[in-house]
């Protein structure tokens, strides 16, 4: 079945230690999506892609960082993780740019930072 | 800018019953979607059901139904014969076209629902 798969789905990493999210799509959808989901909150948009053009949103940290080497891999960099950006983290397709597309979720990465 | 509220964190339904959500939003914006997606424990977020806000009838998709009231910038969800399997985070979503850039979706802060047998 086409799908958005995230690895790995749970990640446990060190105060300031590199740590690297990825996320990987069947669909061959042009747009990618990443969020950030802290306990009890909203889903929040840090970044996307729409092909190869990344998109960063304004109140992201530069903390976090992306890329996109094929349509099909996304990555999720966070270079200095700290004990706030222990989250759940989402990676999103969809097929277009227009606000009718849906979005297609992966099951999340769970990043804990002790 | 573009707020969506979800009022009620926990919701409880009995197994067969009928149980809705409620979401407002606010937007200055006439061309804009909203969405009602479905995230179950460990898996991942599904769309439920979508809402385009030119049109005037309200979404149908089988047991999921919506009240979309313009207006009043409302949009609650209306889930009939409840099943087990329906146990899940409630997630209300806005986005609206950028004119050719890439549309966001915004989130309430979701309605855990569960359903009691």
């Known amino acids: 079945d086409a799908m958005v798969i995230q690895n790995p789905r749970y990640q446990v990493t060190q105060f300031g230690k590199p740590v690297t999210l990825s996320c990987s799509q069947t669909l061959n959808h042009n747009v990618m999506y990443w969020y950030q989901q802290k306990s009890s909150q909203a889903p929040k948009l840090l970044f996307h892609y729409y092909d190869k053009d990344f998109n960063n949103e304004a109140d992201t940290p530069d903390n976090f960082q992306s890329r996109r080497p094929n349509t099909s891999f996304c990555f999720l960099d966070i270079r200095s993780p700290g004990l706030g950006d222990a989250a759940m983290y989402l990676c999103a397709t969809s097929k277009g740019q227009g606000a009718y597309n849906e979005q297609f979720f992966g099951p999340g990465t769970r990043l804990t930072v002790l | 800018a573009q707020t969506v509220t979800q009022s009620q964190p926990e919701m409880s339904v009995q197994e067969a019953e009928t149980v809705t959500l409620s979401c407002t939003y606010d937007t200055s914006e006439s061309d804009y979607y909203l969405f009602w997606y479905k995230q179950p424990p460990s898996r991942q977020m599904i769309l439920v059901i979508r809402q385009e806000a030119y049109k005037q009838q309200n979404a149908t998709e089988n047991r999921f139904s919506v009240n979309f009231q313009k207006a009043a910038k409302s949009f609650s969800l209306k889930i009939s014969d409840s099943q087990l399997g329906d146990a899940a985070m409630y997630f209300c979503?806005?986005?609206?076209?950028?004119?050719?850039?890439?549309?966001?979706?915004?989130f309430g802060t979701g309605t855990l629902l569960a359903v009691q047998p």
């Open positions: 979503a806005y986005t609206r076209n950028y004119g050719g850039a890439t549309n966001k979706l915004i």
